[in-house]
């Protein structure tokens, strides 16, 4: 199979009933699959398919515009607090998440699964998501010194 057959719209399903009947995965067949990752401005994160591979940067993505990459290669603990967020461990950094809901958020960081995390208003969480939704309110990246 080429590339071309992996970048269809909707093929994320159709690929996992293919893995799952048995069909031969792209690391078996020795191709290169382009990594494919659903970019929206209204999800606080997003994660790979369960069959392709691990990230290799998190990208962090703030209200200001600015973004951070980090490579999960450097990420040393994460730890989660229902009450406070995620405290993400990277060697030269200190990342601290804080939301609403942050579980399905925590759950990807520790598979290595999320490309990006996307800082929103507050105010934007309170208007317009349902209360049980996930939402990242403030991402604080420190550099060590």
């Known amino acids: 199979m080429t590339d071309e057959h992996y970048r ?17 995965t792209t690391e078996a ?12 401005d209204n999800e606080s994160y997003s994660t790979l398919s369960a069959d ?3 990230k290799v940067m998190l990208e962090l993505r703030l209200l200001t515009g600015n973004a ?4 999960y290669s450097y990420l040393v603990s994460i730890d989660f607090n229902p009450t406070s967020g995620i405290a993400m461990d990277f060697s030269a950094y200190d990342v601290r998440i804080s939301g609403r809901n ?13 490309a990006y995390v996307q800082e ?3 105010l934007y969480g309170e208007v317009d998501t349902a209360a049980d939704a996930m939402i990242v309110t403030k991402i604080v990246v420190k550099e060590r010194s």
């Open 120 to 122: 929103r208003d507050e």
């Open 102 to 114: 942050l579980r399905p958020l925590f759950s990807g960081l520790v598979a290595q699964r999320v």
């Open 8 to 24: 269809r719209t909707g093929d994320a399903a159709s690929r996992l009933a293919e893995i799952r009947k048995g069909a031969k």
């Open 68 to 71: 951070k990459a980090l490579a």
């Open 29 to 40: 067949s020795g191709e290169e699959v382009a990594l494919e990752v659903a970019d929206s």
């Open 52 to 54: 392709r591979q691990q």
